[in-house]
C-alpha cells in the first residue's frame, strides 16, 4: 500500500477541502484528487462524500482514517529507528569471541560501547572457535573474533585477519622453575601445564620445541577456555600456564605471574581475526565493534611486540615482569 496515498487521506480529512489539502501536500488539486480516487480503488470502498457544499469523511473512511494513522505512526518510527540504528543508538548485536579476545580487548570496548550507546542491546558468546563458527553458521551470532589459524577459509565466511597477541610460559613468582632456572624446555614438562584450546600450528610448535613426536599428546593437564580460571590455576599452584602477555598483563604488572626465561623459545602467537558470513552486511553497530576491536589489537600488538629470541619488547626492558603500558 502506498503510504503516500494514506498520508494525502490524512491531510485531507482534516481540511475537508480539496484546494487546501493540496497545498499542504504540494500537489494540484486535480493530482490530489487522482491519489484519493486511487487509493479508494485500492481499498474497494468510498472514503469521502464530495458535493458544492464540501468533503466530508465516509463511515468507512472513518474507520480507514484511524488505520491510516497507525500506520503512518509506525512508519515514521521505523524510519526514525533506522537512523538511530545507523548511529549507534538502538539496535542489538550478537557475536561471539574467543578465550583470548574475549579476556582482553573486548571488555574495554564493550563497557565504551554501554557507555556512550546506553540503549544497544548486545549479546555476547565466549567459547572456542568451532562452537562459535556453528552458532555463526546458524546465524545466531552476526560476527565472532576469535584465533583464525585453525579455520579454513572458504567461500560460506569471510576472514578479516588482526594483529597477533604474542604468548609464552607464566608462572607465579615462588615457583620451583624460577629458583633452579631452566636448562631445557622439556623441563617444564615436569609441572602441570594450563591452557586454553590450543591451535593445531600451535600445538605443532610446542610439541617440536618441547622435544615431543607430533604423533604424542602434548600433556595439557588442565585445558580451559576461561583464561580467567587458568590465571587463578597458576597463581594458586605450581601450574605452568601457556598463555598471551595481553591476556596476564595485570598479573604482570602486579608481579603475581612471570614470564618464564626458556631456552630458545620460539614465537607463540595467536592470530585473530573476525568471520563473518560471506556476502552479508554487518549492521552499524557490529561495524563499529569490529573496527574498534582491529584498533585495539594493534595497540596491544605494539604494546607486546616480539623482539630477538621470542621475547616480547616489555619482556626485554622489564625483565621477566612485562608492564602494561
Same mark, same amino acid.
Given at each position: ?32 484528487s ?5 487509493l479508494?480503488?485500492?481499498l474497494? /470502498?468510498?472514503? *469521502?462524500? +464530495?458535493?458544492? %457544499?464540501?468533503?466530508a469523511?465516509t463511515? =468507512?473512511?472513518?474507520q480507514?482514517?484511524?488505520? &491510516? ?40 570496548i ?5 557507555r556512550?550507546?546506553p ?28 584465533e583464525?589459524?585453525?579455520?579454513e577459509e ?7 585477519r588482526?594483529?597477533?597477541?604474542? /604468548?609464552?610460559? *607464566?608462572? +607465579?613468582p615462588? %615457583? ?5 632456572? =631452566?636448562r631445557?624446555?622439556?623441563?617444564v614438562? &615436569? ?16 610439541m ?21 580460571v587458568?590465571?587463578y ?5 605450581d ?12 598479573e ?8 618464564l ?14 568471520v563473518?558470513l560471506a556476502g552479508?552486511t554487518?549492521?552499524?553497530a557490529?561495524?563499529?565493534?569490529v573496527?574498534r576491536?582491529r ?23 622489564a ?7
Open positions: 500500500m502506498d503510504l503516500r496515498k494514506l498520508r494525502h487521506m490524512v491531510v485531507l480529512s482534516e481540511e475537508l477541502n480539496f484546494a487546501r489539502a493540496a497545498g499542504k501536500v504540494h500537489l494540484t488539486q486535480s493530482a490530489l487522482r491519489s484519493i480516487q486511487g479508494e480503488e485500492e474497494g /470502498g468510498k472514503l *469521502f462524500d +464530495r458535493d458544492l %457544499h464540501g468533503v469523511l463511515a =468507512i473512511g472513518q480507514v482514517l484511524r488505520r &491510516a494513522r497507525e500506520l503512518l505512526l509506525s512508519a515514521s518510527n521505523l524510519q526514525n529507528d533506522v537512523a538511530r540504528m545507523q548511529q549507534r543508538e538502538l539496535g542489538d548485536v550478537r557475536l561471539g569471541a574467543g578465550p583470548f579476545p574475549g579476556a582482553t580487548f573486548l571488555p574495554p564493550l563497557a565504551e560501547l554501554a556512550d550507546h540503549r544497544l542491546c548486545v549479546e555476547v558468546e565466549i567459547n572456542n572457535w568451532e562452537y562459535l563458527m556453528q552458532h555463526l553458521q546458524d546465524e545466531r551470532l552476526e560476527f565472532f573474533i576469535a583464525v589459524r585453525s579455520i572458504n567461500r560460506k565466511i569471510t576472514i578479516q588482526f594483529a597477533r597477541q604474542y /604468548g609464552s610460559f *607464566f608462572c +607465579r615462588g %615457583h620451583p622453575l624460577l629458583a633452579t632456572g =631452566i631445557h624446555a622439556s623441563e614438562l &615436569a609441572y602441570p601445564l594450563a591452557s586454553v584450546r590450543l591451535p593445531t600450528s600451535v600445538r605443532d610448535d610446542l617440536r620445541y618441547l622435544g615431543l613426536p607430533l604423533t604424542a599428546e602434548l600433556g595439557l593437564n588442565l585445558i580451559c577456555d576461561n583464561p580467567s587458568i590465571n590455576v597458576a597463581l594458586h599452584s601450574s605452568v600456564l601457556l598463555s598471551t602477555y595481553a591476556a596476564v598483563s595485570a604482570l604488572a602486579e608481579g603475581r605471574l612471570v614470564a626465561e626458556v631456552p630458545d623459545q620460539p614465537s607463540l602467537f595467536a592470530e585473530m581475526g573476525v563473518t552479508r554487518l549492521s552499524p557490529a561495524a563499529w565493534l573496527e576491536m584498533n585495539y589489537a594493534d595497540r596491544l600488538a605494539e604494546q607486546f611486540s616480539p623482539v630477538d629470541g621470542g621475547q616480547t619488547g616489555k619482556q626485554k626492558s625483565g621477566r615482569r612485562p608492564r602494561a603500558s
